[in-house]
């Protein structure tokens, strides 16, 4: 991933694992797997989650094609919280 996202909306820390439900508490809306606006990429692993900003297509299909299960989310503020 290029930019991970680590922190909420407030400057909070996301915990290691449930990232897709912190980011929802902070305003963020499931979506479908497709490349928009503002698109976060939350990737499940066993110890912990990652939470990555979708700056370009070209990243966005990246990890649509390859990594574990997925969890597509849109939050208004995705570029902001991944700086």
């Given at each position: 991933?290029?930019?991970?996202?680590?922190?909420?909306?407030?400057?909070?820390?996301?915990?290691?694992?449930?990232?897709?439900?912190?980011?929802?508490?902070?305003?963020?809306?499931?979506?479908?797997?497709?490349?928009?606006?503002?698109?976060i990429c939350v990737v499940e692993n066993l110890l912990f989650?990652?939470?990555?900003?979708?700056?370009?297509?070209?990243?966005?299909?990246?990890?649509?094609?390859?990594?574990?299960?997925?969890?597509?989310?849109?939050?208004?503020?995705?570029?902001?919280?991944?700086?």
């Amino acid at each position: 991933m290029g930019y991970y996202i680590n922190k909420d909306s407030k400057g909070l820390p996301l915990p290691a694992k449930g990232k897709a439900k912190a980011l929802i508490s902070d305003g963020a809306k499931m979506t479908d797997a497709t490349y928009k606006e503002n698109l976060i990429c939350v990737v499940e692993n066993l110890l912990f989650d990652a939470a990555g900003y979708m700056f370009s297509e070209q990243e966005f299909r990246y990890f649509k094609e390859t990594s574990p299960p997925k969890i597509w989310l849109v939050h208004e503020k995705a570029k902001e919280l991944a700086e």
